[in-house]
């Protein structure tokens, strides 16, 4: 079980989908942040088993996720399918891991808590064993909106995305990048990921339809956000639109506060927010952001229809929308003795 | 001067801006919908003067757009730069033409009629020889807005738009065709149209920026929409972004009614009108919408956060909302015995 005494020593640490996109970068933010691993164990579905990965310049053999895996081991990232996370997860944890898990599968249940650290690491202290990673998109819209909700409360938020392919995967920017190929050829294009082609488009439609005419990735994004946040009936409503970017997410933030709250003051909240770098009135854009962990906010102005304001945020969706945000949640667990 | 006697008569048409990428779409426009053309004169600036059009499966010189041009001319098609728009139309005008301009320079002088001829054909009875043709955006948006106004009212609208490269010019769609074949070679990418670099990325600046941090782009369909809809205090606000996509703006579009409205309305209140063709709670795309002069509908829902709705909107940027619109707001003269 999670006990304190393991603070201090280096950790067995496992990753769930350790070839798949956001894992591959998950090993290098591991890596990078000098995470306390003492072994690495590189899981995957049977499919994937039996390839490599380099992990700090070494090379390790994929292993099968199997319940017997997670046997010795501290913590365990999925990073893999929700299939992978809904059977696997509770094996971990029955064997004494922690585990972080950046699929939607234990979201919104409600022992497992939903964490960005920078904004509510103390729901970690209450943890069953399963800790959840927010949606890559859900991540960059909350980042923005907390140090907004300290300084004046949030009234009502209106969400326009634009995601990268990555967001679905490798698959995700494979597709784009073969259109891409077939386009300059004359060729046909091919959509299997997307729900129309992608190349040249922008396509309203991330992840499968409800029934209310909403797609499941515009209910993550209202449900997590209110979530995380701590507001179960924030008023926050999305409209999800996939673009032909590789990398980093987009998107296009209205807000209106329950207090006045000038933009000077705005300012100085998003600036002095961790995680958040500010742009104010210029315009970072989803290329600015590949490779940083910085959530970067910019077109900052007074709507015209009420006292709200405009912004518009990027993120890197495989780093702080997905590897950092996991490996960040570690930290936090470390931090507060429950590693 | 405009009188009624030439509705019967085949017209002298001249078209400023015969080479830009909506000249050359008007060019089409007007012989696809068979627009009474009995000469057509063909214009641009001196830079273009010489180079020759097809129309209606014949070859003219383009000439050099000076006063002297619009001697006996009955309709002037402006899709120039507003630099020329400025100069020329005062002296086509006084020539006796009727002027219809494409650019944004005559669009918010309370004496010029800002026309949507499904929308607002009445405003073209007081005109004094200038009408103008509302930005592309705009167009797409206002085609949305107006069933939904007829059937309940509007309160406020909040816009995010999508466009294609396309609407800014030959220029802004050879730059980013460009910049696709510098990504395939590994080469480094050129911007002198876009702010940042369109390919593979989403680029929230359209046109140039304001003092109050917005752009002159999200301030036109701001004012455009209040002249047009005849709603001049309208809560109706919006942020503009360039996506890589070569034709078709794209429009995510929350509105607030002032009666309540039932799902079941807004379809059919949508589905009814001239010029849109609604694809209920399915997702059109740019790729869909062009070629076509109608405005696409789709992705309809009631919104999470109150009792608005959420559309998404395609239009292509060439046809309707440009040249189509231009030649409608010529035919609409002619139906009014204004030409």
Redesign the interface.
Known sequence: MATSDRANRDLRVAVVGATGAVGEVLLNVLAERKFPVGSLLPLASERSAGSRIQFRGESIAVEEARPDAFEQVDVVFFAATGGLSKSLAPEAVRRGAVVIDKSSTWRMDPRVPLVVPEINPAALDKHEGIISCPNCTTIGAVMTLEPLRRAAGLE???I?T?QAASGAGVAGTSELEAQ?QAL?KGEALKSDVF???LA??????CDA?RE???TLEERKL?DETRKILGLPSL???A?C?R????V?H?A?I?VRTERPLLLDEARTALANFPGVELYD?E?P????VVGRDEVLV?????????EGL?L?EVSDNLRKGAATNAVQIAEALGERGLL
Chains 1, 2 share one sequence.
């Open positions: 009502e938020v209106v326009t634009l891409e300059q729900a129309s082609p040249r488009n922008a396509v309203p439609v339809f209310d005419g909403y209202t008023a926050v409503t409209t639109v673009v032909p970017v590789p980093g987009s296009s209205l009135t315009a854009t989803a290329q600015d910019g077109r900052l102005r007074r709507d015209l229809a009420s405009w518009w």
